[in-house]
């Protein structure tokens, strides 16, 4: 059985845009991250994105996984253990 959930992208039909509304911006984020970690886009990106990209783009995630997740969290939802 599959841990990992991308469902979202696959089901929502409202708006994708940013600025309206926190609610709004929310779901775009969602679905923005969920097409970009689509495993034959990121397979793309790999190959094009420059070194110093791809450490400022793990940098943020990881400073946004510390600044919202408990380390519980951290181990649960994001690592899946």
């Known amino acids: 059985m599959s ?3 991308h469902r979202f992208v696959e089901t929502y039909n409202g708006l994708v845009g940013f600025g309206l509304d926190r609610e709004t911006d929310g779901y775009t984020l969602t679905y923005y991250l969920q097409k970009f970690s689509d ?3 990121m397979e ?3 190959q094009r994105m420059s070194p110093e990209d ?3 783009l793990f940098n943020m995630l990881g400073n946004l996984l510390k ?3 408990s ?3 951290y181990h649960t939802l994001f690592l899946k253990e």
Request: glycine share 0%.
């Open 44 to 46: 793309v990106m790999r």
């Open 54 to 56: 791809m450490e400022a």
């Open 67 to 69: 600044k919202y997740l």
């Open 39 to 41: 495993d034959s886009l």
């Open 71 to 73: 380390d519980e969290e």
């Open 3 to 5: 841990r990992h959930t």
